[in-house]
């Protein structure tokens, strides 16, 4: 009997160690396996820091915005449109000068169209490059029914000439009187000497006898600079000379 009452008491004693054991286990374990748990992310949505970083965007080198600053043209220094010369309804001489008086050193034919480069200071004579003759220039009238500019004449730098233009003459050496035309001017003859000579642009005249009736055309007359012609026959074929 002893020795059975024993023998509970050493299982119940076993049973109460196995119990403290399992006991002891349960303690110890969530410990062990929050250790083990990842890390989460204090932020929502925030990448976990094992995920690569992503690229930054590449960005237009600040060199290259500057260049195009530095490459454009200031509003200031760009070139101006052009101003364009047309001729139409017939032909133009190109003169030496702005003027009238200046000799004529080319043509401008209808249909032609140049570029003109220069002024004067009003604005009625253009100058422009020769387009028979490359870098040599001369001047056309913006005033004749031949000619169209097309632009803005006072953007065209103003041009000197540097010698005027060399006088002409038209001098009647003739006992009659006679007139110049397309000018309509008319000369007296050889005795009133303050008279019978004119000055006249570069061009070509038509010299009529006055004192003849129908008034007889003589002669047709070209000038050029610093030229002087005589008129030295009249209508009935008389011939003369100036004193």
Sequence with gaps: MIKMIEKYKVEILVAILVLAAFSLQACTQPTETEADLPQASSTPGETSTSTPRPKAPTRIP????????QTATPASTRTPKSVIFTVSGGNLNIRRGP????????????GDVVIAIGR???????????????????WVSTETDYSFVEGDLKSLPFVEVAKDAVPAFIRNCTKHKILVQPVNVELLNKYNDLDNIGHFDVHTYQIYDLDISGNVRLE???LSEGKTVDIIYDGAGEKSKCE
């Design 62 to 69: 600040t060199k290259t915005a500057i260049s195009n600053t």
């Design 220 to 222: 047709d007359v070209t």
């Design 120 to 138: 004067d200071r009003i604005g009625n004579w253009v100058q422009i490059e020769l387009p028979s003759n490359a870098g040599a220039k001369g």
């Design 99 to 110: 003027d009238l008086a200046y000799n004529y050193v080319s043509v401008l034919y209808d």
